[in-house]
């Protein structure tokens, strides 16, 4: 299984905690957290992915908070590094809200983002 580790890739929201122990404490089966990752897609050219997660995959990067667990794809960190995942309820929609710093540009419904590789080395705080 993953381990924790002491830097975490992404972070919650209070909201978006709340959503994922909702989602897996309804799941049928034996679901531990939320897998996210990005595949290639929509009209910006990344989408960003969700799934439940029975097992740990070699490589996952496990953000744990607020008693709720996310697996982050090992192909996604780099593309994931410092995004703020939240949950958000409006009139017309409610779902997940990625806050990327990595995000060059997004659509116009919202659904797909293009998203450029963090640079490691600024997100350490050594290049400044």
Do not use: H, W
Not at 95 to 120: D, I, M, Y
């Amino acid at each position: 299984m993953a381990a924790a580790s002491k830097f975490q890739v992404m972070t919650m929201t209070d909201a978006a905690a709340e959503r994922v122990r909702e989602l897996v404490d309804n799941a049928d089966g034996d679901a531990l957290g939320l897998r996210v990752g990005i595949k290639k897609g929509g009209c910006a050219g990344m989408e960003y992915t969700m799934d439940l997660v029975k097992e740990a995959g070699p490589g996952d990067d496990v953000v744990e908070d607020k008693g709720a667990k996310l697996f982050v794809d090992p192909s996604a960190v780099l593309f994931l590094l410092g995004t703020e995942m939240d949950f958000e309820v409006t009139k017309f929609r409610s779902g997940f809200v990625f806050k990327n710093p990595n995000e060059v540009s997004a659509c116009g419904c919202g659904e797909s983002v293009s998203l450029q590789e963090a640079n490691p080395a600024v997100m350490a705080g050594q290049d400044r």
